[in-house]
């Protein structure tokens, strides 16, 4: 990944000639449409004489729209009609703005809409009357961007490295706008894995989708996956990105591809769903970690008592703190039908896992997605693997079409001791999974076999009644009080729940482990609820016998020795 460096490193100087000018927050507001705009230069360049000379052809046609036959001769989905590029921008350093601006006019309109996205226009002539268009423009014109030279997965890791570098000089999070190149790969190969038969099927066609598109890097590893599978395969790509600048990257890559760009969306997937009705074999998704949903509150809420399971949020709402269950229920809702059936892959931290007891929203969606047998494994990650964040977080694998041995059954996989330790941090990111790891883990999920690592239980196994122990109310004198039908009153300050695992017979599990400590207690069970967590550590705890006091002391002791030395040290 040289390229990536060198290239990333050479944009990064040309930010540098912005300061004192632009706040460096608002670096990247110039920066990263120039190097959208210089890529699609680059792309364009071996075709785009061929364009101008067909122009005064196409002028003599009657054609209203022209775009796709100008993309023909261009030989993408996108062309540029103007006569200037970045070489010819160079030559001419008076009129550097209105030539910018009527190379950027020149595009598709497709393409043109991406640059809209970034908000570049504004900044044409305030770059300008600062005298730095021409030289920012002229330094673009240097940096070679050919796809002979710059392959399009290592584009995607230089918008990437350029994002990553401005959000951290304006203390924004990083990991917002996209996720590590290999925990995608892990994500991509965990959900391919057992489809593999499948996908090699000649002519086959799929369609992957990511409702939190970021700059594409899941839509296109995706992609490159299947195209090493089976070449002769097509994966269409959907997805939908509510950051402007994410979403323009996204799209732009789309469009160099030749996937269809349009089915890009622009937005939140909550309150405006770009790909309404829509239903996709594969799915995809890093949603922001314990991000609230009070913005969009009042739509969610209402989509939830309206409509029901009718809608996408049917199961139950989260907390306001955290909508990374409200991804997943949109995500679900656009399964296909359960005789072709859809898998999901989404990362989540550990608050989904065990947040909320039963009868909250995050149990009852658990519970939903338990019940239905939709879940297929969890993948527990090492920390720091992310840009913003040093916390575990975990892959959920959810389908609605399991394989036969899986039905009724969770794999739970630990990886968290799968990584190497980058020689440099990125923020947060001091960890990275490796290929190596990478093939272990999705071995050890697509065997299916328990081991050190990997354990399989029934779906039951995550699940519990809550039962509400009540004690009886009494009086001064210790006595029991009754009401006027002669019904023993509870006493609320001694109400207490209990967790019965759902494999066990709520009355059994209450005389043995309740009643030989108060034998006065009774059940409540007008407040009985199922609820269900998956405590994933307490599946792999592992005993570590206490250390001998004999050890123990001959530290304090050596540790005390040291101590006064240094202390002898000091008054000397």
Not at 162 to 173: A, C, Q
Not at 376 to 389: C, K
Not at 418 to 426: A, C, I, Q
Not at 469 to 483: C, F, S
């Amino acid at each position: 990944m040289v390229n990536v460096k060198e290239n990333a490193n050479f944009i990064w100087e040309i930010a540098d000639l912005l300061r004192g000018d632009y706040k460096q927050s608002d670096y990247g507001k110039v920066i990263l449409p120039l190097t959208v705009l210089r890529r699609l230069d680059c792309v364009l360049e071996p075709t785009k004489q061929k364009v101008l000379d067909y122009l005064p052809k196409i002028a003599t046609m009657n054609i209203q729209n022209t775009d796709p036959v100008l993309n023909s001769i261009a030989g993408f989905n996108f062309h540029n009609k103007s006569k200037f590029d970045f070489e010819k921008l160079k030559a001419d350093p008076n009129n550097i703005a209105a030539n910018l601006n009527n190379y950027i006019n020149g595009f598709s309109i497709n393409a043109r809409e991406i640059i809209d996205y970034f908000g570049f226009n504004e900044h044409i002539s305030k770059l300008d009357d600062a005298d730095l268009l021409y030289m920012i423009v002229k330094r673009f014109g240097e940096i070679d961007l050919h796809p002979n030279k710059v392959s399009n997965l290592e584009m995607g890791y230089i918008f990437e490295e350029l994002i990553r570098r401005f959000s951290e000089l304006s203390n924004e999070t990083a990991g917002e706008h996209f996720t590590p190149r290999e925990v995608i790969r892990l994500m991509v190969n965990l959900l391919f894995v057992n489809d593999k038969e499948i996908l090699t099927k000649e002519g086959i066609v799929r369609t992957l989708y990511d409702p939190t598109s970021g700059t594409g890097g899941m839509l296109s590893i995706s992609e490159e996956y299947v195209r090493e599978l089976n070449p002769d395969a097509r994966l269409e790509v959907f997805g939908q990105e509510v950051n402007p600048e994410s979403y323009a990257i996204c799209k732009s890559d789309m469009l160099i591809k030749g996937q269809n760009a349009s089915n890009i969306k622009f937005g939140n997937s909550f309150t405006n769903d770009g790909l309404e009705n829509e239903t996709f074999d594969y799915m995809l998704s890093n949603p922001p970690f314990g991000v609230e949903w009070k913005k969009v509150q009042k739509q969610v809420e209402d989509e939830h008592e309206k409509r029901g399971f009718g809608g996408r949020f049917g199961a139950g709402l989260p907390r306001i703190s955290d909508g990374s269950f409200l991804f997943l229920q949109h995500m679900i809702s656009k399964m296909k039908p359960a005789n072709g059936g859809s898998r999901i892959g989404i990362v989540f931290n550990g608050s989904p896992l065990f947040t909320g007891g039963a009868g909250s929203g995050e149990s009852d969606i658990r519970k939903w997605i338990i019940e239905n047998d939709m879940l297929e494994a969890i993948v527990a990650m090492p920390d720091q693997l992310f840009y913003n964040t040093g916390i575990f977080t975990y892959i959920w694998i959810v389908t609605n079409r399991k394989a036969k041995e899986r039905k009724g059954k969770i794999q739970l996989v630990n990886a968290v001791t799968f990584y190497n330790k980058m020689s440099r941090s990125l923020g947060n990111k001091r960890n990275e999974i490796g290929e190596g790891h990478i093939e272990t883990i999705t071995r050890m999920y697509g065997d299916f076999k328990e081991n050190e690592f990997s354990r399989i239980y029934d779906n039951s196994e995550f699940g519990y009644w809550q039962i509400t122990v009540e004690r009886p109310l009494r009086d001064e004198g210790g006595n029991i009080v009754k009401d006027g039908k002669g019904k023993l009153k509870s006493d609320a300050n001694l109400r207490d729940n209990e967790r019965v695992p759902l494999k066990e017979d709520i009355q059994t599990y209450f005389e043995r482990e309740v009643l030989p400590h108060v034998p006065d207690a009774w059940i409540d069970n007008s407040k009985t609820k199922k609820g269900y967590e998956i405590n994933f550590t307490k599946f792999f705890y592992k005993y570590k016998p206490l250390r001998r006091l004999s050890e123990i002391r001959a530290d304090i002791l050596a540790l005390e020795k040291e101590t006064e030395g240094l202390l002898r040290k000091a008054i000397e």
